[in-house]
């Protein structure tokens, strides 16, 4: 799948979640349905976080120049970032509006709302799937964590209509009143996987930002340029990620006695094993120092 394709499932998500968003809106509203209402604003903030990972492809694109020899492609981490933060407010605000619904006394949902949550439910699924398998072959964490954002979505969908099926024929069914909340607790227990969410695509975002290194890959990439012939010791090494790869540092012992241009060879031939052999790293920078230890 190429970025152009990834942009593009990222658009059709952008217009689903804002069709779904006002069409859940209104039956909410029309339905009676407080659960259905908070779904929809959840689905809005879908729509939001489809903007922000559709600027961040659009800026992670751009090739390197003279101000950003390193590219742009942080600009995907900025976004997971931010959806994961709209996740985690999304979250939030469906667990205000639920306990005050919750304290002020309201009729059931009406029935026809639960045909509005099973749409719903299949044409989010069915986005994250196509989403999620972009974002895999591309290893974007931006266009990841939208799709996990389509599944969230559908999640809260889904217990939605669990509370308010309970909520509809609980009351009479059970005669048990009370039960009209069941769509209240039934969003509060979705927002807590939404906020889960949103911290799981937090979590590394922020780490990237603050130039974590990969403990795994730095380990893999040591081992391949103390391969190479000529490098005596591996003495530093630091990958860290940045947006779709990863940018290596390391400083390599070499024989004293090489002159420049044997060094400068020799580093060429480690940088080329290096990418060769890991193909997320797309930046190597090497610094040759001369191995003093005793024979």
């Given at each position: 799948?190429?970025?152009?394709?990834?942009?593009?499932?990222?658009?059709?998500?952008?217009?689903?979640?804002?069709?779904?968003?006002?069409?859940?809106?209104?039956?909410?509203?029309?339905?009676?349905?407080?659960?259905?209402?908070?779904?929809?604003?959840?689905?809005?903030?879908?729509?939001?976080?489809?903007?922000?990972?559709?600027?961040?492809?659009?800026v992670a694109s751009r090739e390197p120049d003279a101000d950003h020899p390193y590219g742009y492609g942080r600009a995907e981490t900025m976004a997971a970032l931010?959806?994961?933060?709209?996740?985690?407010?999304?979250?939030?605000?469906?667990?205000?509006?639920?306990?005050?619904?919750?304290?002020?006394?309201?009729?059931?949902?009406?029935?026809?709302?639960?045909?509005?949550?099973?749409?719903?439910?299949?044409?989010?699924?069915?986005?994250?799937?196509?989403?999620?398998?972009?974002?895999?072959?591309?290893?974007?964490?931006?266009?990841?964590?939208?799709?996990?954002?389509?599944?969230?979505?559908?999640?809260?969908?889904?217990?939605a209509l669990i509370g308010v099926s309970v909520a509809i024929w609980g009351p009479s069914q059970l005669d048990m009143p009370r039960l009209v909340l069941a769509d209240e607790v039934a969003a509060i227990l979705a927002s807590g996987v939404i906020l889960l969410t949103g911290v799981r695509f937090m979590r590394p975002a922020m780490r990237e930002l603050l130039d974590a290194t990969s403990a795994p890959l730095a380990t893999a990439v040591r081992a391949t340029a103390a391969s190479v012939d000529g490098v005596?010791?591996?003495?530093?090494?630091?990958?860290?990620?940045?947006?779709?790869?990863?940018?290596?540092?390391?400083?390599?012992?070499?024989d004293p006695m090489l002159d420049v241009r044997t060094a400068h060879a020799l580093s060429g031939r480690v940088k080329a094993a290096v990418k060769a052999a890991h193909r997320d790293v797309v930046h190597v920078l090497i610094h040759i120092e001369p191995d003093e230890s005793p024979p």
């Open positions: 799948m190429s970025i152009g394709q990834l942009k593009r499932n990222t658009l059709i998500g952008l217009v689903v979640s804002l069709l779904l968003a006002a069409g859940k809106f209104v039956a909410g509203v029309l339905g009676h349905s407080s659960a259905l209402i908070a779904d929809a604003v959840e689905s809005l903030a879908d729509t939001i976080g489809s903007i922000v990972v559709w600027q961040g492809f659009r931010a959806v994961g933060t709209l996740l985690v407010v999304a979250a939030a605000y469906i667990v205000v509006r639920a306990f005050g619904e919750i304290l002020t006394p309201h009729a059931a949902p009406r029935a026809w709302t639960l045909l509005v949550l099973v749409g719903v439910i299949i044409t989010k699924e069915l986005l994250f799937r196509v989403v999620l398998r972009g974002a895999e072959e591309l290893r974007s964490d931006a266009a990841r964590a939208d799709a996990w954002h389509h599944r969230s979505d559908a999640i809260t969908s889904a217990a005596r010791l591996v003495e530093k090494l630091h990958a860290r990620k940045s947006g779709r790869g990863y940018l290596v540092d390391m400083h390599l012992h070499v």
